[in-house]
């Protein structure tokens, strides 16, 4: 069966660095997502991605965020300036465009741990 | 914020029927009752949606009231592996983002 995968499993990194996490989504869907969940609380939305624009964003994701599709398989989510409360898990996730039931799946998550 | 209130926990007992109640009252025509769980960290997983009818698939059965205000989420036999946090979330069909609230923890237990 399909799976969006996600690329590193674990990242630890300074604060004020940049990091780049990956994402390869299912290979027939065209909308992409990025979600976060901080430890102990809810999963959010940061952004969607439709033919190689952002289609909506939350106000999570401010400059220091951005998003791209480098290639026709992955999508990326990179912070430029990595803060303490960047730490959590991001989830990334895609979508058909249209008919069915427009299910989200979601990939295993990429945990951010900024010291 | 979530348009959606659900109990924080519930246990069950493995065998048995798990019923995960919701309640959305400004819930709009156009809106769907979409469900998802979340296992321990890893990623949300979709389970089922309705608009008013109720529906059944080889994961869980929706019942949705007449006035659309509440459902339920129907686990027929639970097991260990359905321990997890459901999620009841109401938005329009389509690409629109998801917006999640605190959920149910549903203990299943031996």
């Known amino acids: 069966e399909p799976e969006v995968t996600q690329t590193p499993s674990h990242q630890v990194t300074q604060m004020g660095q940049e990091v780049i996490l990956r994402c390869v989504p299912i290979?027939?869907?065209?909308?992409f997502y990025w979600y976060r969940q901080i430890l102990g609380q809810k999963v959010e939305f940061l952004v969607s991605f439709y033919n190689n624009e952002i289609s909506e964003k939350s106000e999570i994701f401010d400059d220091q965020f951005s998003v791209e599709r480098p290639d026709g398989s992955n999508f990326t989510l990179k912070i430029r300036s990595t803060k303490l409360e960047d730490s959590a898990m991001y989830f990334c996730?895609?979508?058909?465009?249209?008919?069915?039931?427009?299910?989200?799946?979601f990939g295993p998550g990429t945990r951010l741990t900024v010291l | 914020d979530a348009k959606t209130t659900q109990p924080p926990s519930m246990d069950c007992a493995e065998g048995r029927a798990a019923n995960l109640p919701c309640n959305h009252s400004?819930?709009?025509?156009?809106?769907?009752v979409y469900w998802y769980r979340q296992i321990h960290s890893q990623g949300p997983q979709y389970i089922i949606h309705g608009l008013k009818n109720n529906e059944t698939n080889e994961m869980a059965s929706l019942i949705i009231t007449e006035d659309r205000k509440s459902s339920t989420l129907i686990l027929p036999h639970a097991t260990l592996r359905d321990t997890a946090v459901y999620y009841c979330i109401v938005r329009v069909k389509g690409n629109t983002p998801l917006v999640f609230g605190k959920g149910t923890r549903l203990s299943v237990i031996a």
């Open positions: 400004t819930i709009s025509g156009n809106e769907y």
């Open positions: 290979s027939n869907h065209l909308y």
């Open positions: 996730a895609s979508s058909v465009t249209s008919g069915g039931p427009n299910e989200q799946f």
